[in-house]
């Protein structure tokens, strides 16, 4: 999927999964739509219920999910994926509508990025996306609820839009990271040091920023078991 993402001097991709196949998933697709000219970009950092082989199944199920919706269905806006793809999913996992709900979906950011009109847009399930825009981290939220079975009444997710600037750099993160145990104490790296980190490497090239990431982790990490997997995703405009 690399091959349909900017320059590789633009952006990092960190992977850690926890086990050989992962619950976690990263989806990046070029797609130009018909009568049009301008290119959409869509990346996808996406956190499914569970790891190991039962993660790796919704993964696959999302990634199927995310070619038929953008590809075959022309659906645009990242919010009309996530509200497609959530009822493609419901659907898959529940299909005669039983009172017995599944539990399983993923939380994920999807970005559409437009990079002539220097435009994202993007919708958030559970996991925000961060910004750092000249030396000041900007938090967009999340939606609270997941792509899949919800409690409560299932309602869209939100359309959010950012007009881009040059030297922007966009997060966007599963939980894995912040969530792992170590350091002196054994305790979570948190997002608080997460956000940190993220300012502190700011200033260095994707692919640097990429290697101080990954140490920072081991070395919080040290003997300790890895307990989820982990994706980060880095790009830069």
């Given at each position: 999927m690399e091959a349909n993402l900017p320059?590789?001097?633009?952006f990092f991709i960190l992977y850690r999964?926890?086990?050989?196949v992962s619950g976690d998933f990263y989806f990046a697709q070029s797609h130009t739509p018909p009568g049009s000219n301008d290119e959409i970009l869509y990346i996808c950092t996406a956190d499914?219920?569970?790891?190991?082989?039962?993660?790796?199944?919704?993964?696959?199920?999302g990634i199927s999910h995310l070619n038929e919706t953008i590809t075959e269905k022309n659906i645009l806006r990242p919010d009309a994926v996530l509200n497609d793809i959530r009822d493609g999913i419901i659907t898959a996992l529940n299909p005669e509508g039983s009172d017995e709900e599944a539990k399983d979906g993923m939380d994920c950011v999807l970005c559409a990025?437009?990079?002539k009109k220097m435009k994202l847009e993007f919708a958030a399930a559970n996991n925000p996306l961060w910004v750092v825009r000249k030396n000041e981290l900007i938090e967009y939220k999340a939606d609270r609820m997941p792509v899949g079975i919800s409690k409560g009444v299932i309602k869209p997710f939100t359309h959010q839009e950012i007009e881009l600037m040059k030297g922007d750099i966009i997060y966007t993160f599963s939980d894995g990271y912040a969530d792992?145990?170590?350091?002196p104490k054994g305790k979570k790296f948190t997002y608080k040091r997460l956000e940190?980190?993220?300012l502190e490497?700011?200033?260095k090239p994707m692919e640097e920023q990429k290697i101080i990431l990954e140490k920072s982790f081991d070395d919080w990490k040290g003997s300790l078991e890895q307990i989820d997997d982990v994706l980060v995703i880095g790009v830069r405009i």
């Open positions: 320059d590789p001097k633009n999964p926890k086990d050989i499914c219920t569970g790891h190991g082989v039962p993660g790796a199944l919704m993964s696959m199920l990025y437009q990079f792992q145990f170590g350091g940190e980190k993220f490497v700011s200033i």
